[in-house]
């Protein structure tokens, strides 16, 4: 069983338009992250969270919101899609401290048309 | 900032032979330093992961010894498997919040 859960796998969206990315874990972790993949710039990371609070933040634009509903939850909303924003999005989990273990869901994969 | 810098694009080796994927970093600290795997239309997956003792990690066949004096933590194989192909991932942990990635190198292993 999946123990990192993201929905949906594939996602296809126009211009301008707003979607949310899903991302639950089921191991027990205290940090949760979002990491984007793209031919430009593989596994890029954009966000980290702990126990629902913000970490650190890569990412530039205000665009991409994420969002901790639960503390094994961290969505990730994008706003004003552009076809730039084309990648695969990878939801990833650990344990918060050094040199830990990061393990990473299967990905959302969004095309922005 | 930190920055991990790896063999990029792609190597090709033919099954048997033994595999060598650099990977160089730069640290204010004494990072961490783990190498990934992504097999094809996969998740990246820990391979192996340097330990504070200076111990060679070894996984799957594959080791990387971190040597601080070169910064560095290349990857390893004595002989290489069809099913080695992947995109392999070096990256450094300074602090408890994130991973910095290199670009990944991409593994071809033929027959």
């Known amino acids: 069983d999946p123990k990192i859960i993201q929905k949906p796998k594939y996602l296809v969206a126009v211009t301008g338009s707003e979607k949310i990315l899903i991302c639950e874990q089921y191991l027990g972790h205290n940090a949760m992250y979002w990491y984007r993949q793209s031919a430009k710039k593989p596994l890029e990371f954009m966000f980290s969270y702990s126990y629902q609070k913000l970490m650190d933040n890569q990412t530039a634009s205000s665009r991409f919101q994420p969002q901790s509903s639960k503390k094994n939850h961290l969505d990730l909303q994008i706003t004003a899609l552009k076809p730039d924003d084309s990648a695969t999005y990878f939801c990833a989990s650990s344990q918060l401290g050094v040199a830990e273990t990061l393990y990473f869901g299967s990905g959302t994969r969004l095309t922005v048309l | 900032g930190d920055s991990v810098t790896q063999t990029e694009g792609l190597v090709t080796l033919t099954e048997g032979l033994p595999v060598m994927l650099n990977c160089t970093y730069q640290?204010?600290?004494?990072?961490?330093l783990f190498w990934y795997v992504q097999h094809l239309n996969e998740a990246p997956k820990l391979l192996l992961k340097s330990f504070t003792d200076n111990k060679r990690p070894e996984h799957q066949g594959f080791h990387a010894t971190l040597h601080k004096s070169s910064s560095s933590f290349h990857l390893q194989k004595s002989s290489a498997q069809l099913s080695d192909s992947a995109l392999y991932y070096c990256a450094l942990s300074e602090g408890a919040d994130r991973l910095t990635f290199g670009k990944g190198t991409q593994l071809i292993i033929q027959p």
């Open positions: 640290s204010t600290y004494s990072p961490f």
